[in-house]
């Protein structure tokens, strides 16, 4: 089994700063992309950044040059900065990971889900 739990969410002004957590615990052989997903209220979840296992990333258009995804290999952690917050950026935040767990004698790969941490901008 694989746990995520992210951390850091709450409630701030618009133009602040957050910074998201994301930890990774369990029966863990390695983690491939990491990826921070948000849910706004009646839209669907939407991928807002993700990272490789060696650094490569990538980010939705409306985040790019305010927010930077960042992973620590060693702590199977992965982090988002957000910078320059607005109020279109309110939802839930979920960490998800493509995650290889043994299998029996062999091994899985498999995406898992965190439960999600809410961010609130005001405006």
């Known amino acids: 089994q694989v746990q995520l739990v992210e951390s850091g969410g709450g409630l701030v002004q618009a133009g602040g700063s957050l910074r998201l957590s994301c930890a990774a615990s369990g029966s863990i052989i390695s983690i491939n992309d990491m990826h921070w997903y948000r849910q706004a209220p009646g839209k669907q979840r939407e991928l807002v950044a993700g990272?490789?296992?060696?650094?490569?990333?990538t980010y939705t258009d409306s985040v790019k040059g305010r927010f930077t995804i960042s992973r620590d290999n060693g702590k199977n952690r992965v982090y988002l900065q957000m910078n320059s917050l607005m109020a279109e950026d309110t939802g839930v935040y979920y960490c998800h990971a493509v995650v290889t767990v043994p299998f029996g004698t062999r091994t899985g790969t498999s995406g898992y889900w965190g439960q999600g941490t809410q961010v609130t901008v005001s405006s």
């Open positions: 990272i490789t296992s060696g650094g490569r990333t």
